[in-house]
């Protein structure tokens, strides 16, 4: 492990709703170390989403949450929300599947990242120049290779294409330079071409910046290409936890196995691709045991009465009673 700067305990997420109360992370606990890349899969309702949220110090008003979070050492479940408002930005940064949604549709380009030099600024009690501002954007957006970065900065939001919209919210993260970004489906929008070269970005901000990135996707396969170890979730629970080529080339949980078993082999002569029956667990009837036995093949007799705890194997951790 890099020095640790994330360390998360125990942590539990249940949302309050008028049908009752849905817990949507279950005990969790994960370290992320200085400069490491870490990808989170799992189907939709998995809880990655929420993991990520709840990091960023952006927990819904609905939410409860139990367990702990220390970043840097301090336990961000503790800040007040002036503190959560330092600490977004400045040292955690996060990009959502739809980046038009970060960004103020009635300002042009350069008054939304001038204001982000300007917050920059005054986090650390300094103040830039308009001028200095401004040679500073451009250079950002010409390392990110937009073309013609002067234009860029008087258009409008809707005015650009969605690889250039992504690029303007990793511009952001250049300016604020957080140590942890944190990425929730930032690809889905973006054709083959465009999501290879955002992946490409991301790696250069954690190779050159030394900045902890923490992917969240549904795709094992962009997983695969963009972090070094890999966190499966599963209704809520983490059921395998190791380094990602491993994990791909040798998955050891049934549901894992099915993941990556559904990768395209991109030859026209590969097999059938493998789906997994059945449909998540509903948080409205939480399961006995372990919460996928009901799709698994590989079931045992105790699986759908006792749930297995997270079980050290080799080079990893699986959460299965296969490995007891």
């Known amino acids: 492990m890099k020095n640790l700067l994330v360390e998360i305990e125990n942590l539990s997420v249940s949302y309050r709703t008028i049908m009752g109360e849905y817990q949507v992370l279950d005990k969790l606990n994960l370290s992320i170390g200085a400069g490491e890349r870490i990808s989170v899969v799992g189907e939709s309702a998995s809880g990655k989403s929420t993991l990520g949220h709840i990091l960023a110090g952006m927990s819904p008003p609905n939410a409860k949450v ?4 220390k970043f840097d050492g301090d336990n961000i479940l ?10 977004r930005g400045s040292k955690v940064f996060m990009i959502f599947q739809n980046p038009l949604n970060s ?3 009635v300002k042009n380009i350069w008054h939304q990242l001038f204001e982000t030099v300007r917050i920059r600024d005054a986090k650390n009690s300094i103040k830039s120049s308009e001028d200095d501002a401004r040679k500073e954007v451009i250079a950002v957006l010409t390392d990110l290779r937009l073309p ?23 511009a952001m993260a250049l300016i604020l330079k957080p140590k942890l970004l944190i990425a929730d489906e ?22 050159d910046l030394g900045m902890s990135i923490i992917f969240i ?25 190791g380094q990602t080529e491993n994990i791909i080339r040798r998955p050891m949980h049934p549901y894992t196995i099915g993941l990556v078993e559904s990768i395209p ?14 449909s998540p667990p509903s948080y409205k009837h939480p399961l006995s045991g ?19 705890g997270m079980i050290s194997v080799e080079d990893r951790q699986v959460r299965c009673w296969l490995y007891e």
């Not at 503790?78 to 600490?87: A, D, M």
């Not at 691709?273 to 059945?278: D, K, N, T």
């Not at 036995?293 to 749930?307: F, S």
């Open 265 to 278: 082999a991109g030859t026209k002569n590969s097999s059938r691709l493998v789906s997994i029956p059945g």
């Open 217 to 241: 996707t549904h795709d094992i396969a962009l997983a695969n290409s963009s972090s070094e170890r890999l966190l499966v979730l599963y209704g809520g629970r983490v059921i395998e936890l």
């Open 78 to 87: 503790q800040f007040t929300e002036k503190r959560l408002t330092n600490f």
């Open 66 to 69: 139990e367990g702990s979070i």
């Open 290 to 308: 372990c919460k996928f036995h009901p799709r698994c093949a590989k079931i045992l007799e105790k699986c759908d009465k006792i749930e297995p």
């Open 186 to 207: 930032p690809t889905t929008a973006l054709d083959v071409t465009i999501q290879a070269q955002f992946l490409d970005l991301l790696k250069k901000l954690n190779s």
């Open 103 to 105: 960004l103020n549709p």
């Open 148 to 170: 013609d970065p002067e234009s860029i900065l008087k258009r409008y939001p809707h005015e650009l294409s969605g690889g250039q919209v992504q690029r303007i919210v990793i």
